[in-house]
């Protein structure tokens, strides 16, 4: 890849301005288009080098042929990249590059808010008041203080919801293959495998990707394994949760409370589960924060600088699998 020819970047998605005003006064040839229909979106991509997106672009292996000639980068403002056919890319050997880190400070609080919300009821209880009601013995909740919090992946946002909760006196268990228990440790947080944490959870918040090995990762089948009137935060993807058996779990009582930012399918078209008395639901706001954006923007960005202008690469996706294809390639 030869990084002076990435010239013309591309975006497709609501960034700030930052990163507009960021390129262009690096010398890029920047277009923000967000309007692009799939087809449009086909034929413009053809004239650039970078394209720029955050969630609402589906960065397709149709929309990737049609780039092959000239793409060489899909920069994603944000963390996750399931949106971006990553496989795809990688055979077209276009480099996919995201902004980590960016968003952590925004899904931790949302997901303490959320640990915080189902703990007292608070929707339930604000929707009665609107209602005209004044329920005050409706909506029992619990503390916090004593309860245990387990943790389901302990990278940047595991650990910070995990070092927030912590000030409330919840103990905190946690899981992550890639994490050695003694790093763990010096988080204060109790590494476990997923057996030994499903029945001593009070409370299940998820950080983990979604991956061939995580999808459904909660299903019935675990959910029977957990503490009776467990509760769950996911603010992590959709798809690692199974919906219609949290449904089934929480109509039993099984699970006492669900508080779901993302889901499998979005905009989300299961409405018993969002319905549901016992499920708070937001519409995927983990990085909905004006800080979050400010910072993904300047992140995404400087990033695109780095590695075009100074051969320093941030947040390379699929780096790796390129630089393994090549190898192979030369042989």
């Avoid at 890029?28 to 799939?38: A, D, E, G, P």
């Avoid at 990707?209 to 459904?216: A, D, F, R």
């Avoid at 675990?222 to 769950?232: A, I, N, Q």
């Avoid at 910072?295 to 100074?310: G, S």
Wanted: net charge neutral; proline share 2%; charged share 25%.
């Amino acid at each position: 890849m030869a990084l002076n020819d990435i010239k013309k970047v591309l975006i497709s998605d609501d960034v700030n301005v930052k990163c507009v005003e960021i390129l262009e006064n690096n010398g890029f040839n920047v277009v923000k288009n967000t309007s692009l229909t799939v087809d449009q979106l086909k034929e413009e991509i053809k004239n650039y080098d970078c394209l720029v997106v955050r969630s609402a672009t589906k960065v397709t292996k149709e929309i990737l042929n049609s780039a092959a000639n000239n793409l060489k980068l899909v920069a994603r403002a944000g963390t996750g990249v399931d949106n971006i056919d990553v496989a795809s890319a990688t055979d077209l050997n276009i480099l996919v590059m995201n902004a980590v880190g960016s968003n952590t400070i925004s899904a931790a609080e949302l997901t303490c808010a959320m640990i915080s919300s189902l703990a007292r009821n608070l929707p339930l209880a604000n929707q009665s008041m609107k209602d005209g009601k004044w329920e005050r013995s409706k909506f029992m909740g619990t503390e916090l203080y004593g309860k245990t919090l387990a943790v389901l992946g302990l990278g940047r946002i595991g650990r910070e919801v995990a070092s927030r909760m912590r000030a409330f006196g919840m103990r905190i268990i946690g899981y992550d293959p890639l994490v050695k228990p003694e790093d763990a440790a010096q988080w204060n947080i109790e590494a476990m495998s997923l057996e030994q944490i499903w029945p001593l959870a009070d409370y299940i918040t998820i950080h983990v990707p979604l991956l061939p090995e995580t999808k459904n990762l909660l299903n019935t089948e675990v959910m029977s394994k957990c503490k009776k009137g467990f509760r769950l935060v996911n603010c992590a993807r959709g798809g690692i949760v199974e919906e219609n058996d949290l449904l089934q779990a929480l109509n039993s009582g099984q699970c006492a409370g669900a508080a779901l930012d993302v889901f499998a399918e979005e905009p989300t078209k299961n409405l018993d589960l969002v319905k549901h008395n016992s499920v708070i639901c937001t519409p995927h706001l983990g990085a909905s924060s004006i800080e979050a954006q400010n910072r993904v923007a300047l992140d995404i960005a400087e990033q695109i600088v780095k590695f075009v202008k100074h051969g320093k690469l941030e947040g390379g996706v699929n780096f790796d699998k390129l630089q393994n294809k090549n190898i192979e390639n030369r042989n």
